[in-house]
């Protein structure tokens, strides 16, 4: 698994380097769960030896985990161990300490809030150099060490969705299955990208539903969202099922969101609007008479995070680029009725598409 | 669980009309969780009937979820269907749509950050109040029904303590064990107040660790830290054990630990220094070598947040309330050797504290 973050890590250097920089300040634990594999730094610094800064009590976790570097803890009181490398003060003490002589206008930040920015630039002296656009290109743009982690994170996500359509009986509850897919990927040493949406009947009329104790009863809807994290990295899937023999509405909605969402994955590519696909959907559901209950967008970026950039929605003006890995799952909810999403991950190609996520779409169970 | 959230919404409109204020604004999924019973809502106003923000997804959810109050969805484009209430914009459009006419000099404001406060105020056409310590201490003081259903979460933590001891046997993994507690937890209809902890042997030096694949051997530290979450209330609790028969040097760290939490659980009373009991578990540690292995704070404030204020560490300026409930959690971490943590939660009161979390505490299993 290091190598993907040594790799992150190398083309965050070029990065740097290429805009003249010396010194790179990465604020935010995705950011630094992508360079250096490990979310217990509260800050790392990167340009020649990284330095993960973090409060003590992680730094022997960050020591053990990460991919490269030094660590240095901060704490504002206390004694500390002999195996301990410790700057008393805040993070921006040991900010100052690890950037000392260094230009501010040849330091680079990335992720940081704009009261953050303000408060670099004081410690400091000067104004440092956001370059959080960039820094979330390179994000962005998955290499094939990464989305391997993610073909991986998305076999364990369709075990699951396997488990839990096992459990599906009369009087099994959302929780139930919702505990049973938790188990699953926990107990194999595996993470959740997010807490599983299980839903049955009116309930899935929720786009995030919580599994409740509400019973499953025959001819109900089930919808089933979930995602595992392998070495960090996210899947995300969503199929609904009818339990028991489907009713015409119920099959006139899921044929619907499946031909929207066929429709609308066959346009994704690098270098398209990321608004375009979402209009696709739009109108292909608006054909059906459904567009009103389509309450969300097409789809969002995945990778570190379950939610990252970019998002296929109304309004924005990304373009896909080659390496983005994306979801795309359009959705019809009626109050009172119930929900439908079918929602699969692809990563972005030149020309195409590549589907990651490849559990059966069928609707009867 | 209607009536604890009811009777927060009446002591946050109590604040307020103390304050003079007509409305009050409200930032952040735990603050509005604590009025409203749902985090569905991305912002609430309060002050005659409560209104709650939501993007279009969230909005059927905090519908049905809300404890009191009316639902406004914010989409950019799209349509919606004829039950849903939406304003065409975003957030802050819907935020002037709802305070229209109010004086923002009459408007308060708790948990926005600066960024948003500044938003706010160009927004508003003038500088809302920040009644955010206000709001704080209103969170801090919990009531009887918010500390019934946090004693409801103890019970469900307890148990899932003793399923995590029951599994423990020579080549379970920490992952395993961690899958047994969320499964508890999760099929009974509760949630975790976060991911649990289990670690053996020399991975116990971790704070924070990660359950990870390790198996248990004879004659190994276990910690297990975990908490359950109902009716939107955390529990917390830390118990460590030797799987076998402790050696001297595991009994020594350990009954050091036990010493310093029962010091300074002694102390714990309204009025008192959250640094106080902090400086006891750290000098009672130090009488036996051991301060210098103590790398976190004492404890932290618990509620709808895991951890909220206040915080026993070093250095803080904050005193105890009555209705305050903190975690009291010494822990000695040796590298390469293990850790040992042991934690309850209790009820600050007038002269002392009650215990919430009851698991027997023992070493040896």
């Not at 075990?159 to 099994?172: C, S, W």
């Not at 995602?227 to 009818?242: I, K, L, N, Q, W």
């Not at 567009?291 to 789809?299: P, Q, R, S, T, V």
């Not at 109050?335 to 490849?358: C, H, N, S």
Request: glycine content about 10%; proline content about 4%.
């Amino acid at each position: 698994m290091r190598e993907v973050f040594l790799e992150n890590l190398r083309r965050a250097e070029q990065l740097l380097s290429g805009k003249g920089l010396e010194r790179l300040i990465v604020f935010g634990p995705a950011n630094i769960q992508f360079l250096l594999g490990t979310d217990a730094a509260s800050i790392a610094v990167i340009g020649d030896e990284p330095v993960l800064i973090t409060p003590r009590l992680e730094y022997l976790r960050a020591v053990e985990e990460k991919a490269e570097g030094r660590v240095v803890a901060v704490a504002k009181a206390g004694e500390w161990s002999e195996y301990e490398e410790v700057v008393k003060g805040d993070f921006y003490d040991a900010l100052s300490v690890v950037l000392k002589g260094f230009d501010p206008g040849k330091i680079g930040v990335a992720g940081a809030s704009k009261d953050t920015l303000r408060k670099l630039a004081k410690k400091l002296g000067g104004k440092p150099v956001d370059i959080s656009g960039e820094f979330k290109m390179l994000r962005r743009r998955k290499t094939d060490k990464e989305l391997a982690l993610m073909r991986r994170a998305a076999r364990v996500a369709e075990q699951a969705m396997q488990k839990a359509v096992d459990q599906l009986e009369p009087g099994v509850t959302e929780a139930e299955v919702a505990a049973a897919i938790l188990e699953l990927m926990v107990s194999r040493g595996y993470t959740f990208s997010f807490y599983p949406i299980v839903a049955f009947g009116e309930h899935s009329a929720h786009p995030h539903a919580k599994p409740s104790t509400r019973k499953l009863r025959e001819g109900e809807l089930v919808k089933i969202d979930l995602g595992a994290r392998v070495g960090g990295y996210c899947s995300d899937m969503t199929r609904t099922f009818v339990y028991g023999k489907a009713s015409r509405r119920q099959r006139h909605i899921y044929e619907a969101v499946l031909e929207s969402q066929e429709k609308s994955m066959e346009e994704v590519a690098a270098g398209i609007s990321a608004e375009k696909p979402y209009r696709t959907a739009f109108k292909s559901l608006k054909e059906r008479g459904l567009a009103k209950y389509f309450n969300h967008g097409l789809g969002h970026g995945v990778g570190i995070e379950i939610h990252e950039p970019p998002y296929l929605t109304a309004g924005t003006r990304e373009k896909l680029v080659a390496g983005d890995v994306v979801t795309v799952e359009p959705g019809v909810y009626m109050a009172g009725y119930g929900g439908v999403r079918i929602e699969d991950m692809v990563v972005v190609k030149d020309g195409g598409a590549e589907l990651l996520t490849f559990f059966d779409k069928f609707l009867e169970i």
